[in-house]
């Protein structure tokens, strides 16, 4: 199974005043054309989709086009985890409606230790995907000890490892 593994796209980032959009756009055609060439059968974004939570409009359209060409003209799934720069709550609007197009998005904490099990040419791979979650996100939302990133991430993991299945490969 060939995984391309991407993250800190920034969508709609601004330089000096200036919009990345069109050498974004650019990049992402090129990613593109990398997924074909290999015959990528899974995309998985890790964090900062976009630049900012409420990103610009065109940022939006941007991801949606890209999303498009990956999940319906190419059968593709993506798997779409939120970082520190997206909102998450906004990010995953629609999440459960959009799995059935292949586009699993992964904001919500609560969720984490629940994988996406890929399936390619009869090999199964459970992704697993923590969003974004500072130490007093996992403290409070789990009553757990974690004063620090390391610490938070560490009791995520453990968390996960307990509920890895005992026979498929996790990434």
Known sequence: MRLLHTADWHLGRLFHNLSLLEDQRHVLNQLIAIIDRENVDAVLIAGDIYDRSVPPSAAVTLLDEVLHALC?????????????????ERLRFGARHLR????????????????????????????????????????????????????????????????????????
């Not at 319906?72 to 970082?83: A, D, Q, T």
């Not at 130490?135 to 968390?159: C, T």
């Open 72 to 88: 319906e003209v190419r059968k593709l799934p993506v798997i779409m985890i939120s970082g520190n720069h997206d909102g998450a």
């Open 100 to 171: 059935q197009a292949g586009l699993h998005i992964l904001s919500d904490l609560a969720d984490f230790a629940t994988p996406v099990t890929l399936s390619v040419g009869g090999v199964e791979v459970d992704v697993f995907g923590i969003p974004y979650a500072d130490p007093e996100q996992v403290r409070s939302q789990f009553n757990v000890e974690a004063r620090d990133f390391d610490a938070a991430h560490r009791y995520l993991v453990e968390q996960i490892s307990e509920q890895r299945h005992a026979t498929r490969p996790a990434y």
